[in-house]
């Protein structure tokens, strides 16, 4: 029993995907030519065929010279003909009723109008309007179970308006209007609450006592929103039809023949998507590249980095790159020792001169080196270095008395630095007990200047 009820069910929520009659056309749609429907099966007469256009016009300048047609059969009659006033390339959506509802019979896929001879039809160069405009908020939307105000001007419609919500290929419907209101700047309309699944090419088409399609229609994709909601949606929402859209037999793109299936919109679309994921597999193998050499430049960039900061410094020998290579065990040029140069003697007077061998020897020797030569005391003072004055003024061991000789003027002394460089490695230690070696280089104070008569 369980079992018959749940078929019974299924059966009852897909019943309005199964129409007891189906529709077709008999002729090619072409431009300014004749089209013909043909009704089969059981419907309840009298019939009716609402065509839309679809897409942008194909038109210069963006001319718009389709309308709305609103076709109804001929009392009970099951088919119908009329001119399709639309220009070639151009494309439009059919939807057939009968008296049960608005699109019982099953709505069609885009279809597409071919060329002819007969252009007489239209005006290329005017633009039509329906006979009355309707809005919506929000602006250009409709959101999947939100609210949408649908709203027009009383002044311009006769009777009550109608609207009807059209989805190419699969199901259409009539939009249940709820309370009429007035709303400051919004004027005369309704709320509608959209049971449509997200994702879905919704056209809704509006209507008033002259028929279908006087107010024109509007073309929306419906959006999940910003806090999805699927609250209203059941199993009888409005959706693409399961099976193959209704129609039978029309062209549906250029590339079409003079007739084809309409499911052949189906294969042309996969044709789209074919070529659509080949681009994006190509696409993202060209950034995976570009991101394989990005990575990798920036890992050699880090690596040389590296490879830099840990080289040691070689204070002796060049580093590879120079363009010098010194031979091995000889100093690089900043490490090249070169003679201290000392400042000029001062000269010697003849008076001290005369008494350097009346005066006592002061010094045989200092810590800079044994002396051959003996020296006064005075001449001691004049003749040794002027960077340890205080030194020799130390090892005089007396004062020299002003009134027994005329002594020169001593020179200005000048501070000069001595620096101790240790980044050639560190000094050899001395051994425990053995006096501490300080290695200078040569002087040449005592070198006389020649004398000139």
Same mark, same amino acid.
């Given at each position: ?5 749940? /078929? ?16 077709? +056309? ?32 194909? *038109? ?24 399709? &006033? ?5 494309? +439009? ?34 633009? !039509? ?7 919506? !908020? ?19 419609? #006769? ?63 419906? /959006? ?46 996969? &044709? ?32 040389? =980095? ?34 201290? *140069?000392?400042? #000029? ?6 008076? !001290? ?16 080196? =044994? ?20 030194? #020799? ?12 000789? &005329? ?24 051994? #425990?007990?053995?006096?501490?070696? !300080? ?9 006389? &200047?020649?004398?000139?008569?």
């Amino acid at each position: 029993m369980h079992r018959y009820l749940v /078929a019974s069910q299924l059966l009852l929520s897909f019943s309005p995907l199964v129409s007891s009659y189906t529709w077709s +056309f008999t002729t090619t749609p072409q431009q300014c030519a004749t089209l013909s429907l043909q009704i089969s099966g059981s419907g309840s007469p009298p019939y009716s065929v609402l065509v839309i256009p679809y897409g942008p016009t194909p *038109l210069p300048n963006n001319t718009e010279v389709r309308t709305i047609v609103y076709q109804q059969f001929d009392g009970s009659s099951t088919s119908t003909s009329f001119q399709l &006033k639309y220009p070639s390339t151009s494309q +439009f959506v059919a939807v057939v009723s009968d008296s049960t509802g608005f699109g019982s019979g099953g709505t069609s896929v885009a279809g597409y109008v071919m060329s002819s001879t007969d252009s007489s039809c239209f005006n290329p160069n005017t633009t !039509v309007m329906p006979d009355f405009p309707f809005n919506i !908020v929000p602006t250009n939307q409709v959101v999947q179970c939100n609210a949408s105000r649908l709203w027009w001007d009383p002044t311009q419609v #006769e009777g009550t308006p109608s609207f009807q919500g059209v989805i190419p290929g699969g199901q259409s419907f009539s939009i249940p209007e709820g309370s009429i209101t007035q709303v400051s700047n919004e004027g005369t309309g309704f709320s509608w609450i959209p049971s449509v699944r997200e994702g879905t090419t919704l056209i809704i088409v509006a209507g008033d006592d002259r028929g279908l399609g006087t107010g024109g229609s509007g073309f929306y994709s419906v /959006a999940p929103g910003i806090f999805p909601n699927s609250s209203c949606l059941t199993t009888t929402s409005p959706s693409s039809t399961i099976g193959s859209p209704a129609g039978g037999t029309y062209p549906t793109s250029p590339s079409s023949t003079d007739t084809s299936s309409g499911t052949s919109s189906s294969s042309g679309s996969s &044709k789209t998507n074919v070529g659509a994921i080949v681009g994006g597999i190509i696409g993202g193998l060209a950034a995976l590249v570009i991101l394989a050499l990005a990575g990798f430049y920036f890992i050699r960039r880090k690596t040389a =980095t590296k490879v830099t900061k840990e080289r040691p410094v070689d204070l002796f020998q060049g580093d590879p790159e120079d363009d010098h290579d010194s031979a091995p065990g000889e100093l690089g040029n900043y490490y090249r020792p070169e003679p201290f *140069l000392a400042t #000029e003697p001062a000269e010697t007077s003849p008076m !001290v001169g005369g008494e350097e061998g009346r005066a006592g020897t002061a010094m045989s020797g200092s810590r800079y080196g =044994t002396s051959d030569r003996r020296q006064s005391t005075f001449g001691s003072f004049s003749d040794m270095r002027s960077t340890t004055p205080d030194y #020799e003024m130390g090892i005089t061991g007396g004062t020299i008395p002003s009134s027994s000789r &005329k002594s020169p003027t001593p020179r200005q002394l000048r501070p000069i630095n001595i620096i101790q460089h240790d980044d050639a490695g560190a000094a050899d230690e001395q051994a #425990e007990g053995q006096p501490d070696t !300080v290695e200078l280089p040569p002087a040449y104070t005592n070198i006389r &200047k020649p004398v000139t008569n």
